[in-house]
Structures are given as C-alpha cells and as structure tokens.
C-alpha cells in the first residue's frame, strides 16, 4: 500500500516537474526575447552623460586563452579613481561559452579566439549578427617540436602531410628516425581552428594514436618530453623546453606577424551583443588604449592590436590597413 | 491550574511537531526538486540530439567515429564508452584487492596501528585534488611507461592506475565499515572450532561480508567512472579504441570536459556531448540499482 503510494507520488511529481521545466523553457525564451527593448531601455537612462563617475557591473565571460589579460586588466581598471564604482568580473569557460552566455545576454561580454561567424553556424548564424566585435589583441602560434627531432623548418605542405598523418616518421622530413606523435587540441578548439586555418589551409582529423589536450600547459610538456612529439602554442607559451619551429622558412616573431609575413595568428575578440553601454564601454576603451596595448597586452605575450599593418576578416581575407 | 498547564504543554508540543514537519518536508521537496530537475535537464538536452537534430540513435552508441567537426560531421561514442568502462573496471582490479587487505589489516590483524595510522592515511587521499592526481600521472607514470613499454605512456593503464589510487579510500572505507559490522559470534564460533586467524578470515569472514564488500567495488567503480579531469591528463583523449593499454584513448568524461566549453548552446556537437553526460547518468544509475541489489543480499 505504502510503496505504491510512493510510486504514485513519483509519478506525479515527474509529470509536475516537466510541466515546470517547460514553462522554465518558455520563460527563458520569452525572457530573451524580452530581453532586448529591456536592456536598451536601461541603457536609455545612462546614456545620457552624467557628471558623476559611472556605476554597474561587467561580466566577461569566455576564451581561457584571452582570461589572464582579461583578469589583469580589470583589477588596473578597478583600481582607477574614476572606475571605483564599476565592478568587472572575469570568468573563463571556452571561447563557445563566451559566445553563448553574451548572445544570450547572461554576460556583457563574450571573449573568443575566433570570430563569432565561425562558430555561430546554419541555423545559429543570424546570432553572430547581432553581436559587434572588438578586437583587442592578437595571439600568433607556432609549431613546436621536442628538440630532439632535428627538424628546424617545416612547410605547409609537410605540416599538412604531418597532421593527416601521410608522413609518420621524423626522417621522411630530414629529421630524426623517430615516430612523430602529434599532440592535438581538441576538435572543437578555437587555437585548433587558428592553426588549421591559416598554417595548414584544412581541417584535420583526430588520428589514432594522437594525444589531445586543451591546456597550453599540458601541451608544452607533453611535447617538450615525448619524444617525437610536434604540438603547437601560442608565442606567450614558449621557452627552451620546446623547440619553435619556423613556418615556411619565416620565424613566428612580433614583427614578422605584425607585417603579415607569417600567417598563423588570430585576433583576440571581446563581442558585446548590440553595442555596449557605457560601463562596459568604458571598460573597452581601456582594454584598447595605449596603456594597456603597449603595457599588459605585450607584457603577457600577445601582440597589440594596433601594432598590426594588416587586418583579416572573418572570412580569412587579408588587406593591408 | 494544572489542567490549563497541561493543555499549554499540549498545544506547544503540537506546535513544535509542526515547525519539524513541516521543515523536514520542505527539505525533501527542494531535495526531490533538485534532483528530478537535473534529471530532466541533463535527459532533454541529450535527447534533443536525437529529437531534433536527427542522429540514429544506434548509430551513435555503436558508432567508431567522432568527428563532430568534420564534413558531415559523424557521433560515433562507442570508443568513449569503450575507454570508461575499461579504465574503471581496470581501476577497481587494482584497487580492490589493495583497499580489502588493507580493511582486513584495520579491522582483524592489527586494529591498532591500522586504525590509528594506515585510516587515517587512506582517507588522506579522498582529500587530494583530482588535478594533482593528474599532475602526478603525467609527471610520474606517463614518463616511467613510455621508458619502459611502447607506446607514448599515455593511455588506459595510466589512467586506470590514476584512477585505482583515487576509488581506494572509497572502496577501503565501506569494506572496513561492512568487516567492522560482522558479528563477534561468527568469528568466535570459527575460532572454537580450532581454526587459525587465516581460515578464519578465508573460509568465514570473507564469504559472509562479500555482497558488502562488492557494494564497495561497485561505488569504487562508478566513482571512476564519473572522474573527469586526472583521467583528461594521462589518457591522451584521441577518439579511437586503442590497440595497446599504451596507447591514447579517450572516457566519456574526457570527451565532455574537453570540448564542452568550446561548443556553443544549441549546436549539434554541444547536444551531442549532453548525450555522452546522459550515458554517464544512464550509467551512474545502473550502478546505484547494483548497489541496492547487493545490500539486500547482504541482509538475508
């Protein structure tokens, strides 16, 4: 008797529980639906310049490559008189995320390695265009290799026949007689795309026997003790652990990135959805002036944003600024 | 007097038995809520890729391929199943026999220095980060395996080794806890019978608390089974079924942590990874039946 009572009362409760969730689902939708003529409601009010210094919150959210500039740079912003009333919160959690919580309007700023065009696809591409970007730093990568492989230069077409694993052994490319075990990020990482964008032209597949890892910290010291082993990194992570490569006979250098001659970079985007109100604005502004450009930025490894003579879109074109 | 004492008494206690029911039954509710919400959100988001998105749902439990990015992308989840149940099966081999000696040591050889010093220790580990696991895996196991076996080192034995230290104060716990709860009489009885401490332990103790030692084996192995990230770093996550316990491979949890982040809501690569954490649940719940089962068979 009491244990079908119990059943009974399960039942209920499910069947009462989807009911909620659903309605939950509704509400979210017609929040976020909502949500729009809200925000720019509020906005409305602030942005009508006042004389006293501005006050709110902003939530950047996204890319854990981007975090640690992201994180440092708004502890400078907070400390700043005219900023003491604006709170920043930095929370990493993937550049897909970012992406997700900013268009959602849950964060006021989405931060990503790669352009909202890439991942917001088919069904989902009218939501990159309601989102604007603001670029506020580059991040270039290069191959590495263990330093034990005795190749130094590699091209695109080795790269390509390395990652599609047609070439498995060093000595096919001047090297070591030693296996080539590649360390991968994972398929749907935006260093990955970066590196099969515009070093290797194609999208690769995760082949057996390969290792993936999302940590640049993981992936360095794999590749700087397996033997055999070629990953790629961002130019912040480098050291004499590992061994750079140089991409087509050009060495990843500022220089060589900032005049367009070598290839593999991506710029570092900070999305708001519509335009940003004056908070988070103000906090925008900062992460582009020269203060933090020529002092944070190429501090942590990136390069500058303005110190770039060239521009790409998001479709990979490359123009001269 | 007294009577209008009594009925004041009377009408307080009524009143305190209300304020508990009525605060137990609000905690069950929010607990039930909890977990009949998590339920239903983590079912419906992996559903969708199914429902909505199309994918063959025999396709994507049998399937050898993930290349959720490719042209056309392919769910196949059978290697990352493959991974999880053979590196929690091979952890709970390790750390089993280790984790019941050692409770047999606390509780019928040497409960002195075992409770004072060897518990105390074991459940030392359950405190330790599972990140510094990890660490110590790729920093210490890995590098020995790939000296020593071919192969990278990265692979389901590094990360069932990872693993088997991590389930052992969990399994070593509940089997002391089941060895402690054994009745004096049936030890007693074996060893007026003129059996030495061995035949004891062998022939009665073992046998009688086995179902709650199994009970043990069981969480152990459902632990493994959800553990995340120190199996993210020695495994080597390449989405394949190995050929070599040296080889990389990847679990259920290694998939989701890695690309979860890098996958916008909505899209099918996202779905498809609530899928895998809906196996996982699947998988989690099946083993808590297990556990049941044998607490039963363990009061008859």
Redesign the interface.
Known sequence: MKKSMLLVMTLV??VI??A??NNSNNNTNNGAAANTPEASASSTPEATPTPEALSGSVLATGS?ALQPLVDQVAQKFMAKDEYKQISVQVQ??????G??QV??GQSDIGNSDIFAEE???D??ASKASELVDHIVGVVAMAAVVHPEVGVDNLTKQQLIDIFTGKITNWKDLGGKDQAI?IVNR?????TRATFENYALGQ?T??????????ASG?VK??VS???GAIGYLALSYLDNTVKTVKYEGVEPTVDNVTTGKYPVWAYEHMYTKGEPTPVVKAFLDYMVSDEVQNGDVTELGYIPATAMKIQRDAAGNVTNK | MVRDDKRQFAKQHIVEEWVGKVYTFLCIALL??TI??MV??VA?RGASTFISDKINLWSFLSGLD??????PPLFGALPFIFGSFSTSILAAIFAAPLAICASLFMTEISPKIGRKWLQPVIELLAGIPSVVYGFVG?TIIV?FF?DVFPG???GILAGSIVLAIMILPTITTIATDALAALPGGLKEGSYALGATRWQTIWRTVLPTTLPSLMTGVVLGISRAFGEALAV??VI?????I?SSLF??A?TLTSAIT??????????T??DALWSLALILMAMTFIFVFIVRWLERRAKV
Request: charged letters at 20%.
């Open positions: 409760l499910t529980l989807a909620c969730g854990s990493a959690g993937g550049s897909g995320t992406l997700t268009s959602e991942k917001f696809k069904a989902d075990v994972p398929s749907s990482s935006g999208k597949e995760d082949l057996k026997g390969s290792i993936q890892e999302d993981t010291k794999l003790e397996t033997p | 039930i809520v009949f919400s239903y959100f419906s993930w290349r959720p990015e490719g042209e790729l590098p790939r990278q080192g990265l993210q770093m080597g996550n390449a989405p394949h190995p080889e990389s990847s890695l690309s979860m982040g890098n996958t916008v809501t909505g899209s690569h996202n």
